[in-house]
């Protein structure tokens, strides 16, 4: 072989081994090279690792925002790689839960996945960040089974998620409603709470004067509503409002899907009103007179106002001990096929249809 053969054979070769790592792993500008490998197993010995796929991971910006300051990366990581990131494999590619969530096309959902604060990232791609106050306990295990994404803790002391207001998260944007879905941990049932009656506002949109709607939890010391569960909606002034509910025995430490649907509408809609499903299964809703909103005593007449949307309180009055994941808002309502079929996925289940 001569001189100049020589020479081709390794260009060839170099442009080669650069090809194969072009398509294994593409990387930003100042990203760290990964170190080697560890130990494989012999020849012929069988392992029992789940082998990864390529998949492309949002990197998170300097301020840990999430938002892509950096770009991304894309990349085949070993299995035997222990220098591999978490979020890497958790957040890469999306799980069977996350994909039947996004294929309903919801205006905003928080996984609550993050490894930590102070913000949360939004995974419809609309950008509404959360922001965390007080100590939210993040990397909590999560609510969807045989999913490593995890969920955040609320401890009860002034700690919740805020995303600032945005015509998106009211009812009568959209003119085809509104859907507000939420797996819930309740970490304990025995709670003091707003009124004598003690309860806890764990999610909702509204403050003095700019109510919207919002999810509320009652204390096992309840007299008449122990443990209850409510979505309710109101007037901008506030006062009594219409809602669904369910009540039943709970297990602290348990989690619980629930789905709230607030019908397109207002008082002038005939038989519009507000919905309730506990893990998949349709509770409460129209006609029932207290879910109307043409109900004598309420008239709801929703407007979209000034206030921010808050995960673990609505307006800083009482706050939620226990865990929270995977919440979603739909600028529709959704069918109880829809709902059934998002619990199904949370828990493994196949269903016919998302």
Same mark, same amino acid.
């Given at each position: 072989?001569?001189?100049?053969?020589?020479?081709?054979?390794?260009?060839?070769?170099?442009?080669?081994?650069?090809?194969? /790592?072009?398509?294994?792993?593409?990387?930003?500008?100042?990203?760290?090279? /990964?170190?080697?490998?560890?130990?494989?197993?012999?020849?012929?010995?069988?392992?029992?690792?789940?082998?990864?796929?390529?998949?492309?991971?949002?990197? @998170?910006?300097?301020?840990?925002?999430g938002?892509?300051?950096?770009?991304?990366?894309?990349s085949?990581?070993?299995?035997?790689?222990?220098?591999?990131?978490?979020?890497?494999?958790?957040?890469?590619?999306?799980?069977?839960y996350?994909?039947?969530?996004?294929?309903?096309?919801?205006?905003?959902?928080?996984?609550? $996945?993050?490894?930590?604060?102070?913000?949360?990232?939004?995974?419809?791609?609309?950008?509404?960040?959360?922001t965390?106050?007080?100590?939210?306990?993040?990397? =909590?295990?999560? /609510?969807?089974?045989?999913?490593?994404?995890?969920?955040?803790r609320?401890? $009860?002391?002034?700690?919740?998620?805020?995303?600032?207001?945005?015509?998106?998260?009211?009812?009568?944007?959209?003119?085809?409603?509104?859907?507000?879905?939420?797996?819930?941990?309740?970490?304990?049932?025995?709670?003091?709470?707003?009124?004598?009656?003690?309860?806890?506002?764990?999610?909702?949109?509204?403050?003095?004067?700019?109510? =919207?709607?919002?999810?509320?939890? +009652?204390?096992?010391?309840?007299?008449?509503?122990?443990?209850?569960?409510?979505?309710?909606?109101?007037?901008?002034?506030?006062?009594? $409002?219409?809602?669904?509910?369910?009540?039943?025995?709970?297990?602290? $430490?348990?989690?619980?899907?629930?789905?709230?649907?607030?019908?397109?509408?207002?008082?002038?809609?005939?038989?519009?009103?507000?919905?309730i499903?506990?893990?998949?299964?349709?509770?409460?809703?129209?006609?029932?007179?207290?879910?109307? +909103?043409?109900?004598?005593?309420?008239?709801?007449?929703?407007?979209?106002?000034?206030?921010?949307?808050?995960?673990?309180?609505?307006?800083?009055? @009482?706050?939620l001990?226990?865990?929270?994941?995977?919440?979603?808002?739909?600028?529709?309502?959704?069918?109880?096929?829809?709902?059934?079929?998002?619990?199904?996925?949370?828990?493994?289940?196949?269903?016919?249809?998302?």
């Amino acid at each position: 072989m001569t001189a100049i053969q020589t020479k081709r054979k390794g260009f060839m070769a170099a442009l080669w081994l650069a090809g194969l /790592a072009a398509c294994c792993a593409v990387t930003v500008p100042g990203a760290a090279p /990964a170190p080697a490998e560890d130990a494989r197993p012999a020849q012929g010995q069988a392992s029992d690792r789940k082998q990864p796929t390529c998949r492309t991971a949002l990197l @998170s910006g300097p301020d840990g925002s999430g938002e892509p300051s950096y770009g991304y990366t894309k990349s085949c990581p070993s299995p035997y790689d222990s220098h591999v990131p978490f979020d890497l494999f958790t957040q890469g590619a999306a799980s069977s839960y996350e994909k039947a969530v996004l294929e309903k096309k919801p205006i905003a959902y928080w996984r609550l $996945g993050e490894s930590k604060g102070p913000e949360v990232l939004d995974h419809t791609g609309n950008k509404h960040k959360g922001t965390c106050h007080g100590t939210p306990i993040f990397r =909590e295990k999560g /609510a969807i089974h045989g999913d490593a994404d995890t969920a955040v803790r609320l401890d $009860g002391k002034k700690s919740f998620i805020e995303i600032s207001n945005h015509k998106d998260f009211s009812q009568p944007t959209s003119g085809k409603g509104l859907s507000v879905e939420v797996w819930l941990r309740p970490d304990v049932l025995d709670f003091e709470g707003e009124t004598d009656d003690p309860y806890v506002f764990w999610l909702g949109k509204g403050e003095p004067k700019q109510q =919207e709607w919002a999810l509320r939890f +009652y204390s096992a010391k309840s007299k008449d509503r122990p443990n209850r569960i409510s979505a309710y909606i109101f007037n901008p002034i506030g006062g009594l $409002g219409a809602g669904a509910y369910f009540q039943d025995k709970l297990t602290a $430490g348990e989690w619980i899907h629930v789905v709230a649907c607030f019908d397109p509408g207002d008082a002038d809609t005939r038989g519009a009103g507000v919905h309730i499903y506990k893990n998949g299964v349709h509770r409460s809703g129209p006609p029932s007179p207290g879910t109307l +909103y043409n109900n004598p005593q309420w008239k709801i007449k929703p407007v979209h106002g000034t206030a921010p949307l808050r995960l673990g309180t609505r307006d800083r009055k @009482s706050f939620l001990v226990g865990g929270l994941d995977e919440v979603a808002i739909y600028p529709r309502v959704l069918t109880a096929r829809e709902i059934l079929a998002n619990f199904d996925a949370g828990r493994g289940k196949r269903t016919g249809s998302n």
